[in-house]
Structure formats: C-alpha cells, structure tokens
Nanobody, 125 residues
Framework: QVQLVESGGGWVLAGGSLRLSCAGS????????MGWFRQAPGKEREFVAG????????YYGDSVKGRFSVSKDNAKNTVYLQMNSLKSEDTAVYYC??????????????????WGRGTQVTVSR
C-alpha cells in the first residue's frame, strides 16, 4: 500500500496556472504507475493524466491535452501536474492515484490501488 498526499491546489483566475504535487510513501515509487483524476460536483470522476513507472510515457485526457503536463520524480517519490491556461471547467477536486500492476488501462480509475484525499482547484472567470 502507498500513502499519497496531494498539494498545490487553490484559487486562480481563468488563463492562469497551478502546479499540483502528489507525494508518496510506503512503496518504491519507480514501481508505480501514477494517474491524476478529477471530480467536479455532480459529475463523474474524470481521467486527467497518467504516467508510466519510469516517467518516460505520459497520457492525457482529451479535455486537458496541450494545457496540462504530468511528470514524475522517482527520487523524490513525487508526481506533478502542471496546469496551464486554466478554464472554469477545470474546477474540481484533483486526486492522484497509484497502481503497482504490470499492465493497466491508465484512464480507468478502477485499475488503481491507492488514492490520495484530493486537493481543490477553483478557476474563476
């Protein structure tokens, strides 16, 4: 089991940027695939971004491609989500998740074993 703690959320004007961090402990980070998901009030949890064990391969949801960037620092046991050109529709609670499985569907929330508690991101027009 891995413990995950997100940070970096907050309030920002549309067009602005935020950088989320997710610090992990309890398991070798380099063996984990990591994902970022978000959930807005009244909506289903949505895949935002994912990253491979090494950090060499990244994946993005269609709504954030070209604006968000995911990265991973295995030495620091941390995964990051850089969010640029934020829109009001990006407002949500953002969660990071970890999977130790060899092969997963990166965008499927059900494939992940461990989750953080989330951090709120609010984007105002």
């Amino acid at each position: 089991q891995v413990q995950l703690v997100e940070s970096g959320g907050g309030w920002v004007l549309a067009g602005g940027s935020l950088r989320l961090s997710c610090a992990g402990s309890g398991r070798t980070f380099s063996r984990l695939k990591m994902g970022w998901f978000r959930q807005a009030p009244g909506k289903e949890r949505e895949f935002v971004a994912g990253i491979s064990r090494s950090g060499g391969t990244t994946y993005y949801g269609d709504s954030v491609k070209g604006r968000f960037s995911v990265s991973k620092d295995n030495a620091k046991n941390t995964v990051y989500l850089q969010m640029n050109s934020l829109k009001s529709e990006d407002t949500a609670v953002y969660y990071c998740a970890a999977s130790s499985a060899m092969a997963i569907t990166i965008a499927d929330a059900g494939e992940y074993d461990d989750w953080g508690r989330g951090t709120q991101v609010t984007v105002s027009r």
